[in-house]
């Protein structure tokens, strides 16, 4: 029963550096999220993929890309790191469900990221 | 533009009272809203779901009310317990879109 397992747990990198976020769930879900979660900002979208071969951005998705490498595993890289996105990030999976939509999201427990 | 306002103030209770959290929202029609609970260093786990044809929702000591006239969602959690304290997040989403956008949370502390 892992559910949504995230890697690393926790990241200290340098401006200027680059580090992919790997993100893998195993409950066959469709959709997969990418989400950074900040004091006060709550968590805020920054990547989504509705089905395999798909992406689109969210609500912050400048400074990172993502690549769905299949339907188990959605990964997040910043290529160029600086000191605005240090954040926890958290990856999510879904369902498609009987309903297109409103199914419930499962997280995984984050990557705690500082960028110095 | 959309704006979900959860009370970001802690909410401090005492054991065993009924503990009433707030999702107010602007500028949104939301076909469904979902709560969700955060335990420090962990993250979100999914509670309840409403649709907007529904007016109530129940499970076990949770209740979730939603009204589309005041664009308000209540979650009710009742004989409230210290394994409750955690933040509550709500979050909203329209049919045909998985992903939904949450709000900032209320941290609930339940003192025994």
């Known amino acids: 029963n892992a559910g949504v397992t995230q890697t690393p747990k926790f990241q200290v990198l340098k401006t200027g550096q680059s580090m992919t976020l790997q993100c893998a769930q195993d409950m066959n879900h469709n959709s997969m999220y990418w989400y950074r979660q900040d004091p006060g900002m709550g968590l805020r979208l920054i990547y989504y993929s509705a089905s395999e071969g798909t992406t689109d951005k969210g609500e912050v998705p400048n400074g990172y890309n993502v690549s769905r490498l299949n339907k188990r595993e959605f990964s997040l890289r910043l290529e160029s790191a600086a000191p605005s996105q240090t954040s926890v990030y958290f990856c999510?999976?879904?369902?498609?469900?009987?309903?297109?939509?409103?199914?419930?999201?499962?997280f995984g427990d984050g990557t705690r990221l500082s960028i110095l | 533009s959309q704006k979900i306002e959860q009370n970001s103030e802690a909410l401090n209770i005492q054991e065993g009272k009924t503990a009433t959290l707030t999702c107010n929202y602007t500028?949104?029609?939301?076909?469904?809203l979902q709560w969700y609970r955060q335990d420090p260093g962990r993250g979100p786990v999914f509670l309840l779901l409403?649709?907007?044809?529904?007016k109530e929702k129940r499970k076990e000591r949770l209740k979730v009310t939603f009204d589309t006239t005041l664009k308000q969602s209540l979650f009710h959690i009742t004989a409230s317990q210290p394994a409750d304290s955690a933040t509550y997040l709500c979050a909203l989403g329209v049919w045909g879109y998985q992903k939904v956008t949450f709000g900032i949370g209320t941290k609930l502390q339940v003192i025994p």
């Open positions: 409403i649709r907007e044809n529904e």
């Open positions: 999510a999976s879904s369902g498609s469900g009987t309903g297109y939509g409103n199914q419930p999201q499962h």
């Open positions: 500028n949104y029609s939301p076909a469904y």
